[in-house]
């Protein structure tokens, strides 16, 4: 095992509103700093995190045309290690920002993207 799933991001154009909505549907406690990202924390076994995207396009369901925009956060106690483990899984590296950030973005071999989380 190299991580622990730590959230699952959906990108929307409001986050508070959506985090709000889920908040209803399934319980939880919205944690909101005013940002670009919004959590929804609660009993459910992992964060629903909810991500401010310019220019937002909903997904089309059931076509194929449009992307269903989400992302899942593993939470890693080393990131070069786990980078490295990942990669030789199969992963790509999509950004790093040459290791100023706690995180790292990934690709899967179907091309889902994925972020390392150092926690």
């Not at 396009?57 to 939470?75: C, F, K, L, V």
Request: aromatic share 10%.
């Amino acid at each position: 095992m190299i991580g622990t799933l730590q959230t699952y991001a959906l990108d929307c154009p409001d986050p508070g509103a959506l985090a709000a909505f889920y908040a209803e549907l399934v319980g939880g406690k919205v944690e909101d700093d005013g940002g670009e990202w919004v959590e929804l924390v609660g009993d459910f076994g992992t964060t629903l995190s909810f991500q401010r995207v310019a220019d937002y396009r909903a997904p089309q369901w059931p076509s194929q045309d449009g992307p269903q925009q989400g992302h899942i956060d593993i939470g890693v106690t080393d990131l070069d290690a786990a980078q490295t483990q990942v990669l030789a899984l199969g992963a790509t590296l999509l950004e790093d920002w040459e290791g100023q950030k706690s995180w790292r973005v990934f690709a899967d071999p179907a091309g889902h993207p994925f972020c390392l989380c150092a926690c």
